[in-house]
C-alpha cells in the first residue's frame, strides 16, 4: 500500500495530528519513526526493487500535495479499494528482502549504485523543491540520494522489515525532516512503479528509469554443460552415465541466473519486450508472446537462451509546469544494470545494461537452457517463439514457454522463473 503524503513523521509538525493517525491506520501501514507500535512486522520481498520520481500524473489525475487534503483523501480511497489483502507468498516474498545481505549485494553493485546517483543528480531541476516517492527504498540510500539532490520531501516506501533500518539511516544522517519511511506496501515488481504512476503521477512528471527493454540471444556455454552434465560420465573410474537424466533435469529444469560473456552469445539479441515506464499497463505485463530469428555467427554448440535487459534515465515525458508539483522517482530494481560512461553530450539519457558484454552486475544475466545442445553451423538459422505469462498460482512467477528449431528439428520447453 502507498502512503498519503500527509503522514506527519513525528519531527515535521502537522496540525491535525490525530486526524492523520486515523489515516495511517486507515491505509494499513506504519509510519516508522516515534514509537514502537509503528515498528509492526510485515514480512519482506524477492523483487527487482522501484524507485519512482516524477512530478505526479495518474489515470485518476489525482497527484498529491503535502498540504492537500483533498488529495490526501481521493489517495486513501483508492488504496482501501484497490488493494488485495498479502498472500503467503507475498509475505514470504517481502520477509526475503529484510535480510541486510540483499541489500549489501545491490549498493556494492557499484554499475548499478553510481548509475542511479548520476540520474538523480542529471536530473536534479526535475527534483530539487519536488516530493518523490521511493518505492521499494530497502536501505535508504536512493532517497538520500534525492534529498541530497533538493527534494523537498521524499516518501521511503518499502514492505520489508529493512524499513526499520532505513529510518535509523535517514536519523542518522540528520534528514528525517525530509525523508519520511512508511513501512507498507504499493503492490510488487513492475507494477508497483506502474500502480504508484496511475495513481500518484500529474502531466510532465519524471520517472526513473523512463523505459526498459528485455533482450534474448543464443547462447554456447560448454564450460557450464561440462561442469554440470558431463562430469557424470566418468567420477573416479566409475561410469556414473545413469545419473545423467537426472542431473539434466535438476540442473537445467528451470531458468538459472549466472554470469556469462559476450564470447557465449552466438547472435545479435533479439528484443523480446520494449516498456515505456510512462504509458506501459499492467495488464501489458501479463503476457508477451515474441517471435524471433536469429543466424548463427559462428559454428557451435547452442545450449541455450540468454536474457538480459538494459534500463535508461530518460527526461520528463513532458516539461514540468509547477515547481511545487510532486516528484515520484522510481527504482526499478526489477530492472538495474550498466552506466554508458561514452556519452558525446552530458545530457544524454543514461543507460544501466545487464548485457553479457557489459561490466557484470548483481542482476547477472538468466538463462534457459536446453537438455541437450544442438550442433549449429556458422549462418545456420535458429528460429521459434517465446511466451513469458505471469502465474496464476503466484503472480510472482513466471511461466516461460518456449519453442525452438534449428537444423530441421524442432523443440518445446516449459519453465517457470520463480
Known sequence: MYSSPTHSNGYHHRHDDQHQQQQQQQLGERRLGMSQRERVRRGSRSR???????????????????????????????QQHSQRPPTDFDMAYFHSYAHVGIHE????????????????MQHQNSIAGKVVVDVGCGTGILSIFCAQAGAKRVY????????????????????????????????????SVITARDRWLKPGGLILPSNATLYMAPVTHTDRYSESIDFWRNVYGIDMSAMLPLAKQCAFEEPSVETITGENV????????????YSISIHELESVTTRYKFKSMMRAPLHGFAFWFDVEFSGAAESPTN?????????????DGNQRKKRSNPNEALVLSTAPEDPPTHWQ???????????????????????????????RFMNIHLEYSSGGRSFVKESVMR
Not at 545491490?106 to 538523480?120: E, L, Q
Not at 515547481?323 to 530492472?335: F, T
Open 48 to 78: 527487482s526493487r522501484d524507485l519512482r520520481d516524477g512530478h505526479g500524473h495518474g489515470a485518476g489525475g489525482a497527484g498529491f500535495r503535502v498540504s492537500d487534503h483533498n488529495t490526501n483523501s481521493k489517495l486513501q480511497q483508492q
Open 105 to 120: 549485494e545491490m549498493i556494492k553493485d557499484r554499475v548499478r549504485t553510481d548509475t542511479y546517483r548520476a540520474a538523480i
Open 156 to 191: 521511503a516506501v518499502d514492505a520489508s522489515d529493512i524499513a526499520v533500518q532505513a529510518n535509523e539511516v535517514v536519523k542518522a544522517n540528520n534528514l528525517s525532516d525530509t525523508v519520511i519511511v512508511l513501512h507498507g506496501r504499493v503492490e510488487s515488481m513492475l507494477g
Open 266 to 277: 552466438l547472435t545479435w539479441p533479439h528484443v523480446v519486450k520494449h516498456v515505456d515506464c
Open 323 to 335: 515547481n511545487h508539483e510532486p516528484s515520484l522517482l522510481v527504482d526499478n530494481n526489477i530492472m
Open 365 to 395: 544475466q538468466t538463462l534457459i537452457y536446453f537438455y541437450d545442445p544442438i550442433e549449429v553451423e556458422q549462418d545456420q538459422l535458429i528460429e521459434g517463439s517465446i511466451t513469458l505469462s505471469q502465474s496464476k498460482e503466484n503472480a
